[in-house]
């Protein structure tokens, strides 16, 4: 059974820094992507950040370029996502989601890695709170 276990989150003052972290187990292979979804309030679920697991390939939202940083370590089969100057508009809740096989394509650099319902793996989501 695939698990996807997120840690991390909290509240934070703007400008500040927080980390996420998305523990996968179950996949028994690393040809999988990972990548976080935020949802605020009264809004849609968006993409923001993603990771092809077997060879690093990245992709940020233009909203959080140069803020966020996604990365991965393959031995703990988990990804991190490190948020730094922090806005009142990352207040959302995030969640973690993978995809299986991804056929060791640069998965995040296709345009369905923006889709949420291309995602067959949810974590439980943590939230975000950031105060102006």
């Known amino acids: 059974e695939v698990q996807l276990v997120e840690s991390g989150g909290g509240f934070i003052q703007a400008g500040g820094s927080l980390g996420l972290s998305c523990a996968a187990s179950?996949?028994?292979?690393?040809?999988?992507?990972i990548a976080w979804f935020r949802q605020a309030p009264g809004k849609e679920r968006e993409p923001v950040s993603c990771?092809?697991?077997?060879?690093?390939?990245?992709r940020n939202a233009d909203s959080v370029k140069g803020r966020f940083t996604i990365s991965r370590d393959t031995a703990k089969n988990t990804a991190f996502l490190q948020m730094n100057n922090l806005k009142p508009e990352d207040t959302a809740v995030y969640y973690c989601?993978?995809?299986?096989?991804?056929?060791?394509?640069?998965?995040?650099?296709?345009?369905?890695?923006?889709?949420?319902?291309?995602?067959?793996?949810w974590g439980q989501g943590t939230q975000v709170t950031v105060s102006s």
């Open positions: 989601a993978a995809e299986s096989p991804t056929y060791r394509t640069n998965w995040c650099s296709q345009w369905r890695a923006w889709i949420d319902r291309e995602y067959d793996f």
């Open positions: 179950g996949f028994g292979t690393d040809d999988y992507a």
């Open positions: 990771i092809v697991m077997h060879n690093g390939n990245t």
